[in-house]
């Protein structure tokens, strides 16, 4: 992602172009939304009562904050282009910068643990009774050795593996189970000065 926005940036007719056309690049964390199928809400779902707070500082964000910012670049870029347009000042019209990171609402100052949105998404749901806390050092043992069995099967060449290891392989989506987990035992927080000088009606 991150080499397609560096080849989309040094495009050459990006700069042959108007001054106008501007690009920027949003970076955006875990997205929540009220959509029945949403990946973040079903995950939360699955460990409404039997689920870890992780410790992990991993930025989350939701789909109306982030269509709130779209809404928020384009209508300050057309008020300056108007602007711009129909006076004879010369200042500066509005420029975006190259990257943006909105990984998080700008209420949360500072990162915080995942586990805290679990927490939240119980109490928002009346979720106080009969759920349950897994510790922290059985979820990583877990996820540990399942990396370890993944990785043994994965490793195993496709002209060497057994029909069982074949089926594992494909049938339960090894390698993404086994990157989803190892994402989880990742910190995933980043710097919103950025987002917020520019955009302080952000929320």
């Not at 993404?176 to 000065?193: A, G």
Request: hydrophobic share 40%; proline share 5%.
């Amino acid at each position: 992602k991150r080499a397609t926005e560096e080849m989309v940036l040094g495009l050459p007719a990006l700069s042959s172009r108007s001054k106008n056309l501007q690009v920027t690049n949003l970076r955006l964390g875990a997205i929540f939304s009220d959509d029945a199928r949403c990946i973040q809400c079903n995950a939360m779902q699955l460990q409404a009562r039997i689920g870890c707070y992780l410790p992990l500082p991993i930025d989350c964000n939701s789909s109306l904050n982030v269509a709130h910012l779209i809404h928020l670049m384009l209508v300050t870029k057309s008020s300056s282009t108007s602007t711009q347009t129909s006076s004879s000042s010369n200042d500066t019209p509005i420029r975006w910068r190259p990257v943006y990171y909105y990984t998080r609402p700008t209420l949360y100052p500072k990162p915080v643990p995942y586990g805290s949105y679990l927490a939240d998404y119980r109490r928002a749901h009346d979720i106080t009774w009969a759920a349950i806390w897994i510790p922290v050092g059985f979820v990583q043992v877990v996820v540990a050795g399942f990396h370890r069995l993944a990785q043994s099967i994965l490793a195993t060449s496709s002209t060497k593996k057994s029909s069982w290891r074949q089926w594992v392989e494909k049938s339960l989506y090894l390698a993404h189970v086994d990157y989803l987990l190892q994402v989880t035992t990742q910190e995933h927080s980043f710097d919103l000065t950025a987002i917020q000088t520019d955009f302080p009606d952000l929320r």
